[in-house]
């Protein structure tokens, strides 16, 4: 009679953990810190992602202004060459850090525990 007794209430049991569960997650992803955070959060990421797009920007607009001054690349000199290197260098790592930026927003925007405190925010950001 036990074992009966112990086969039928197995699902009830599974039931009432999962609805524990669930009740422990709703408690924890609407803790006001933890909407405040994430909130924050997501805000201050997306304007950062816009931030570094304007750098990116700017930084091309250096290598173009520069390869437009020094005239053609077959009269550069060692130092043309090596501070045409060096602005690339910089959008090269812009460019990585916006990667980094916009696939860490991208991963946040995909849990459901975080997506929900975006505020209006686009759901993801794609890199241009």
């Known amino acids: 009679t036990m074992v009966a007794l112990s086969i039928v209430a197995l699902p009830l049991f599974k039931l009432q953990t999962k609805v524990n569960t669930n009740a422990k997650i709703i408690e924890k992803t609407y803790n006001a810190d933890n909407v405040i955070y994430n909130y924050e959060w997501f805000k201050q990421r997306y304007e950062d992602i816009n931030a570094n797009a304007t750098k990116i920007k700017n930084a091309q607009a250096s290598v173009e202004a520069f390869e437009s001054s020094a005239g053609p690349r077959s009269n550069w000199t060692f130092e043309d060459k090596t501070e045409s290197a060096r602005l690339q260098s910089i959008v090269l790592g812009l460019k990585n850090h916006q ?30």
């Open 99 to 128: 990667e980094d930026l916009v696939a860490t927003y991208n991963a946040r925007a995909k849990m459901a525990n975080r997506n929900i405190f975006s505020d209006n925010l686009p759901l993801f950001v794609g890199l241009e």
